[in-house]
């Protein structure tokens, strides 16, 4: 009996790396492509045969000498995600089922937690708070942006653990979470309560001198339907100028975000440029005319990363905007996320991206053509935006 539920655990595993290796792989969150893979796979894929081995070993002792109960779902899900994180990209993930379906939640629109933007400090191995959504139980409790969440219930997190803790802080509608947060050099700590948070992509409004402002959260759902609607909202106002805020904003679906550079870009003009891990590029094009043809100031930060920086390049390079605020992030790469047929996931890094006019992103980001600080008690960045357009 021993034997067998050893061989059977064995192929488990075994079937689970070879899903891995051999899948056609595709990218996620930050910036990203999204696709579905319901293929099978057999063993005759691939030839594993010193891991076959080394985990038939490893099963093996386990069951002979190991005093704890053994869990084989855990141990399969703890040798997928060890054998990516093995690769040292902080950006390959593999995700587990329920994490995949927490995924697509939130790209649908909603979830419960406590309605924060957090993303990966690389440079610092730490996981820091973009920003928190308006009205929730984060902004409730004055969470800011650039604070770095350093346990979730007393438990430490690092940048490398970011999917762990974004999990942890998820919960059921009602509950607690604490979060001990570094602002500066102080540590604070907060105690959450929990609720289902409804996202929005979008927000719009018009300011004085018939000046239209938009400001893209994330580009995650059908943000560009959205934008369009929100845009046409405005023209009916009457505006004749936009500001396009991209403060904060970690990134989303690259798609979504060509397909708003779209909107104001003339046809057949270069809006981004890839290259995958063999040179080969692919350049993607304006496919129809602009809808948008106002003078345009985009807002940006040391947050906006990812498809913001693939946005605000698209209209700097085509000298459609002019940018103000800070140098972006720096994130100039694009991962694949695909849906595996199991229902887990595997996020990897596909390609590199550069601006139409070839300029390389990732850490170095885009430098503004203004550059201005925020300061604590006002707005000097959107004030200079207006500013700049009250003169076109």
């Known amino acids: 009996m021993e034997r067998n539920s050893a061989e059977r655990t064995y192929k488990i595993i075994m079937l689970m790396i070879i899903t891995i290796i051999v899948t056609s792989l595709v990218t996620a969150f930050a910036t ?18 010193g891991l076959e081995y080394t985990l038939s070993m490893f099963r093996k002792e386990l069951e002979e000498t190991y005093m704890g ?12 995600k060890g054998y990516i994180e093995a690769l040292g990209d902080p950006y390959t993930v593999y995700y587990t089922k329920e994490e995949m379906d927490e995924i697509m939640q939130e790209t649908d629109g909603s979830y419960v937690g406590i309605g924060v933007y957090i993303m990966q400090d690389v440079k610092n191995d730490a996981i820091s708070i973009v920003s928190p959504i308006a009205d929730s139980p984060a902004e409730e409790v004055g969470l800011l942006p650039g604070d770095i969440i ?18 942890k802080i998820k919960g059921e509608e009602g509950t ?24 929005e992509h979008i927000i719009a409004k018009k300011l004085e001198n018939n000046i239209g402002y938009i400001q893209i959260l994330d580009f995650e759902g059908e943000c560009a ?31 979504e975000s060509i397909k708003i550079a779209d909107f104001f870009t003339k046809k057949d003009e270069t809006l ?13 094009k304006a496919t129809s005319d602009p809808i948008i043809e106002l003078p345009v100031v985009l807002l940006v930060n040391e947050y906006s990363a990812s498809a913001s920086e693939i946005f605000a390049g698209a209209l700097k390079d085509n000298k459609i ?6 140098t972006t992030y720096g994130k100039g790469i694009i991962q694949t996320l695909q849906r595996l047929s199991d229902g887990s996931g595997l996020k990897i890094t596909t390609e590199k991206y ?17 550059k201005v600080e925020l300061k604590e008690d006002e707005d000097t960045q959107l004030q200079k935006a207006i500013e700049v357009l009250k003169k076109k």
């Open 32 to 49: 990203y492509h999204y696709m579905t893979n319901n293929v099978k796979f057999s063993k005759k894929d691939t030839d594993l045969n």
């Open 69 to 80: 109960e053994i869990n084989d779902e855990e141990l399969i899900e703890g040798a997928m």
């Open 150 to 167: 350093k346990k979730v219930d007393g438990i430490s997190y690092s940048g490398s653990q970011m999917e762990e803790a974004s999990n």
């Open 176 to 199: 607690k979470v604490t979060l001990e947060i570094l602002r500066g050099t102080e540590t604070k700590v907060f105690e959450i309560t929990r609720k289902k948070i409804v996202l």
């Open 225 to 255: 339907k959205e934008f369009q609607k929100k845009y046409e909202g405005l023209k009916k106002q009457g505006i004749t100028k936009l500001i396009v805020d991209l403060r904060n904003n970690g990134g989303g679906l690259v798609n």
């Open 272 to 284: 981004l440029i890839t290259a995958d891990k063999n040179g080969k590029e692919e350049v993607t």
């Open 321 to 326: 905007a002019t940018l103000v605020g800070e």
């Open 354 to 370: 550069y601006t139409p006019n070839r300029n390389e992103i990732h850490k170095i980001g885009i430098t503004p053509d203004i």
